[in-house]
């Protein structure tokens, strides 16, 4: 292929960009308008149902009939999106909410409607749920159902969003489900997005978090690491259960660390002395449980864990001998207390430990 050729090649494509990007322009300008004149008749209709609501009356069958045909394209159901949230942003009254209230059967006709449609409108459907859905957490809600079928479908956001809609106003027993679908679902859901998503439940997180507990052995490593990192950030009463995991050396690494920092934002001290087990255990590929464990050391007190956290600063590992230092600042020590280390002759655990000083120094100082 001669060098002109690959010129004209290039400068076809080059051409090619230009007017596709001209051409996405003009749609995106044309589309404009028309999304404003969408939103601008629901928000017409919607304002003319909230006066019939203050008057007492009900949502007329007509508006409910209009609105189930028109949401089921996902434009209309943007623009409806809008007028909601805009009115729900500047209204204190309890109009929109009443009004809410009896648009829930239209949302159910809808939601099935959305369930045939492709992952994306689902996902955007599940969206629109947790935002107007009424949250009653009761466990014969039909659509919660429907839900469970969204988190069926291969593709992330739509079991991220469907997930998030249970948790908004799901019961216990569905999102034990929900979870039971993810765990055997072919799409990986990353730890922290379920972690931050059962976080946001707004029912009873008690009742939730112990029913979850009892099927705890039947979920993989990946769903258990996350259900207790959800335990860790919401209760402290588990202090026994995550001594157990802790303990197990048949458990997975992962649910045995995510057990031992439970005890880093928990104190318990009976399991002080398997911290200071894993701390002092020389094994480099065991390095992992050593810095974890060290960090959980930092809220422990007592002559045997500033001497543990001590010897982690020896340690060859740097992510021990860093988290032995934090933790040692911790214990609220100075130089005079550390003479040993500072004076001493490693002179990797004394940088680190130096380091940590004078950075917590400046910190306090507002340097």
């Known amino acids: ?83 909601l949230r805009t009115l729900l942003s500047r209204q204190e009254d309890s109009s929109v909410q009443r009004y809410l209230e ?21 996902a955007y459907f599940s969206y629109f749920l947790t935002r107007y859905m009424a949250k009653k957490h009761l466990p014969i809600q039909s659509l919660q159902d429907v839900l469970l079928v969204y988190l069926e479908k291969e593709n992330l956001y739509c079991r991220v969003n469907a997930l998030q809609a249970l948790c908004a106003f799901g019961s216990a027993q569905h999102i034990l489900s929900a979870l039971e679908i993810l765990d055997r679902g072919a799409v990986f859901f990353h730890e922290k997005i379920l972690t931050e998503t059962l976080l946001s439940y707004t029912g009873d997180h008690e009742q939730l978090i112990t029913l979850l507990w009892t099927r705890f052995d039947v979920f993989t ?17 588990y202090v026994q259960e995550m001594f157990a995991l802790m303990t197990d050396p048949n458990r997975d690494k992962e649910v045995r660390l995510a057990a031992i920092r439970y005890f880093g934002r928990y104190p318990y001290p009976p399991a002080l002395d398997a911290l ?5 255990d020389g094994n480099p590929a065991l390095w992992e449980y050593a810095t974890v464990a060290v960090s959980a050391l930092a809220r422990y007190r007592g002559p045997q864990v500033v001497e543990a956290l001590k010897q982690a600063l020896h340690s060859p590992n740097w992510y021990v001998r860093c988290a032995a230092a934090s933790s040692l600042e ?18 990797y655990a004394r940088e680190i430990l ?12 507002g340097v």
């Open 221 to 237: 490593p990946h769903i258990q690491l996350a259900l207790l990192n959800y335990i860790r950030f919401h209760t402290g009463d």
């Open 276 to 280: 200071l087990g894993f701390t002092l």
């Open 102 to 122: 009896q648009l829930q059967p239209s949302i159910l006709y809808l939601a099935l409607v959305y369930q045939r449609r492709e992952t994306i409108q689902a």
């Open 330 to 347: 911790a214990q609220h020590m100075d130089y005079m207390d550390l003479m040993d280390i500072v004076d001493g002759a490693d002179r």
């Open 1 to 83: 292929m001669g060098i002109e050729t690959m010129i004209y090649i290039y400068g076809a494509v080059c051409v090619s960009m230009i007017v596709f990007n001209v051409v996405y322009a003009l749609l995106l300008r044309g589309s404009q308008p028309r999304m404003e004149r969408r939103t601008r008749r629901m928000a017409a209709a919607v304002e003319t149902q909230l006066q019939r609501l203050d008057e007492g009356k009900p949502l007329e069958r007509r508006h409910l009939l209009v609105l189930q045909r028109r949401l089921r394209r996902v434009k209309n159901l943007a623009a409806f999106d809008y007028v």
């Open 354 to 365: 130096t380091y940590q000083l004078e950075s917590h120094r400046k910190q306090k100082a």
